[in-house]
């Protein structure tokens, strides 16, 4: 977990492969509200909609935008042939490794048996990218388009540092143009491999990852918002707690532990309040119900960070608040 927590503050250079295209040159740059957290930086998505379906331009460097690069005639932009543009707020880290031991049923479960006839939400079941084949439901992400802490950090390494790993060893081109790969990145992919006891860098970012703890809670239960929250319907989706695996391969830290992330992590149809980003599965107008512990420090809030300043209140009621979008 040290170790880790010292690679996820590493900063690194054009020498070390960062790039050509890369959004920050370190983890710890946009999970900094503690180390590990949620945090203000923005990336940008993007792709086509034609009304029935949408194209994500992979072909044209789709649908992430790199904002930053080693080269400026590796610069990325939006495409002129894209018509939605999202953008997406840091997302946090805590507690990571609790949310990926939940078994998949008990998240499965609340699709086949909501607990209201007023909600709907489905499993994005994805392929995590270590294997093996057998598909997991995902949890991770806005569009809970990542299933397990491995996947999230070799996705991560290889989409916002520019750091090819083994499971994700191509570069991204620059809007698709592989020539510009060839001719300014000049580390050998993949470039991140085995340190002096085997490890990889995505593999000390997973163990950091994994054993961060939840944000702090207040655990008391019958309060009259608590009360409230419930008559309403937020529990529906924002689901309380559930109960990690008790499977032996897991360790202490993480098994068999009620944890209080208040989200179904299933997809739900958001309306005029979605991204208008496809992802898998996930469609357009499907989003992930954001986990709320740790809300209080989180701003801004709403995937795109829409709703920001002010206080916790502020941000939660009234004019451009959540609960007036």
């Known amino acids: 977990f040290q170790a880790g927590r010292v690679d996820f503050t590493r900063v690194f250079a054009v020498g070390d492969g960062l790039g050509p295209i890369f959004n920050q040159s370190s983890c710890a740059s946009c999970h900094n509200n503690p180390i590990g957290g949620p945090g203000s930086i923005k990336v940008f998505r993007f792709g086509a909609d034609d009304g029935e379906t949408f194209d994500p331009l992979a072909a044209l460097g789709g649908t992430l935008l790199q904002g930053q690069t080693i080269n400026v005639a590796c610069a990325e932009v939006i495409p002129p042939e894209a018509n939605v543009t999202s953008p997406r707020v840091t997302p946090s880290a805590l507690g990571l490794g609790l949310v990926e031991a939940i078994p998949d049923a008990a998240i499965a479960g609340r699709e086949t048996s909501p607990p209201s006839p007023n909600v709907s939400g489905r499993v994005h079941w994805v392929q995590p990218l270590e294997g093996p084949a057998t598909p997991r439901v995902g949890r991770m992400g806005w569009k809970a388009q990542i299933a397990t802490v491995l996947s999230f950090s070799g996705d991560a390494t290889s989409n916002e540092l520019g750091i090819t790993n083994r499971l994700l060893p191509v570069e ?59 008559a309403v319907g937020c529990a529906d989706c924002h689901v309380a707690s559930f109960t990690t695996s008790n499977d032996p391969l897991l360790e202490s830290a993480i098994r068999n532990k009620v944890v209080k992330p208040y989200s179904d992590f299933l997809l739900h149809e958001m309306g005029l309040a979605a991204d208008f ?49």
């Open 277 to 325: 980003i496809a992802d898998g599965t996930a469609s357009v107008q499907e989003l992930r119900t954001p986990s709320l512990w740790g809300v209080r420090n989180r701003n801004p809030l709403w995937h795109d960070g829409r709703v920001t300043g002010g206080s916790l209140q502020t941000r939660l009621l009234g004019p451009g608040a959540v609960v007036d979008l």
């Open 172 to 230: 991204n081109a620059p809007n698709g143009n592989v020539a510009l790969v060839n001719a300014y990145d000049t580390v050998a992919d993949p470039e991140d491999g085995p340190d002096g006891q085997g490890l990889h860098f995505i593999d000390r970012l997973t163990h950091f990852q994994r054993y961060l703890a939840a944000p702090p809670q207040t655990p008391r239960s019958g309060m009259a918002g608590e009360a409230i929250f419930n």
